[in-house]
């Protein structure tokens, strides 16, 4: 474990940051002192000689008469760039207190400098792993009132990591690439969602609507923009999800169980599970006029206007 943790030593050590008393245990090289972290890392080992302060000088040893032990004169870009980021020399030691070292909490929003604190494990966590910048289609899928797996499905498909079949060819070039949804084209994600014929009228009789583009990302950017009823705009949601999660579960059983079941089916099965979580969520929010249930049953009345999918026909039974 210890040596394990000894490892580790390098990452830590960018987390460290001196406090200059007396100057005589913090190194001028190696340790991080003036916020731009050891200044040999800076530098290079092999200009340190061009400065004339040795490699294992302290800040008290590189300091003569209220002076820095750097040539003035030098025109060398490093050691000029080395003498603007150092502070002054007459005002950094304090003879009256020991040199310290604590823990740097991040960067100094007035500087942009490391600025020392206290230990934070969370703090400390997010400096490692840096947080990603928000993507635009993250309200699409992680809205209040969301059914989990669903949500975590089209996770999945918006970041591309589906084992779709163009996907699994790469390395197993014997695997068919054929959807087995519609059997007319070659299985990608985009495909998948929602360019195949049977996705893609299944979406629009679970919608009850036509969006603008029936790409999969085109869609997480419209639903939040799809209506100004936010009833309605949270069905669209739960619809959207729940044909995505059965979509991709159809797939999956006529791969891997070689059973199949008609659109027909897969759409009473989105009503019913949408219309279950609906009931849930009008028990545990506030009342709302006209309520989740009705905005439900209006928009299920509509679907005379829409475009009855089953009535296409293909070579294959949807």
């Not at 004169?73 to 080395?82: D, E, P, W």
């Not at 150092?86 to 942009?112: K, Q, R, V």
């Not at 999945?156 to 084209?185: E, G, N, W």
């Not at 994600?189 to 790409?215: E, G």
Request: aromatic letters at 10%.
């Amino acid at each position: 474990m210890w040596r394990r943790l000894l490892k580790l030593r390098h990452i830590a050590r960018s987390f460290l940051f001196c406090r200059i008393g007396m100057g005589n245990t913090c190194s001028f090289w190696q340790d991080n002192w003036t916020g731009w972290g050891p200044l040999i890392l800076l530098i290079g080992q092999q200009h340190t000689r061009l400065t004339g302060i040795p490699i294992n000088a302290t800040i008290s040893q590189a300091i003569q008469h209220g002076h820095w032990l750097i040539s003035t004169r030098s025109r060398n870009q490093l050691i000029s760039f080395l003498r603007s980021i150092l502070p002054p020399a007459d005002s950094i030691l304090h003879p009256s207190n020991m040199d310290s070292f604590a823990w740097t909490a991040g960067l100094d929003e007035a500087n942009f400098r490391i600025a020392p604190a206290r230990f934070s494990s969370s703090k400390t966590f997010t400096a490692l792993h840096p947080h990603p910048p928000k993507v635009p289609w993250h309200k699409s899928i992680w809205f209040s009132g969301r059914i989990p797996k669903h949500a975590f499905t089209c996770w999945v498909i918006a970041r591309d990591r589906l084992p779709t079949r163009d996907k699994i060819r790469r390395f197993s070039p014997q695997v068919p690439s054929i959807c087995v949804l519609c059997h007319s084209a070659p299985e990608t994600r985009d495909h998948l969602l929602f360019s195949c014929l049977y996705s893609h009228f299944l979406l629009i009789s679970a919608l009850h609507v036509i969006p603008p583009d029936l790409d999969f990302h085109s869609i997480l950017q419209w639903l939040p923009i799809s209506t100004a009823d936010s009833s309605l705009k949270l069905i669209y949601h739960l619809l959207f999800q729940a044909t995505a999660y059965l979509l991709w579960r159809e797939r999956n059983a006529r791969i891997h169980s070689m059973t199949s079941r008609p659109s027909s089916q897969l759409l009473k099965e989105i009503i019913t599970t949408v219309k279950a979580k609906l009931l849930a969520l009008s028990r545990s929010i506030p009342p709302r006029d006209p309520s989740l249930l009705q905005v439900w049953f209006r928009l299920q009345s509509s679907s005379s206007h829409v475009i009855n999918p089953f009535t296409f026909t293909t070579n294959h039974s949807f």
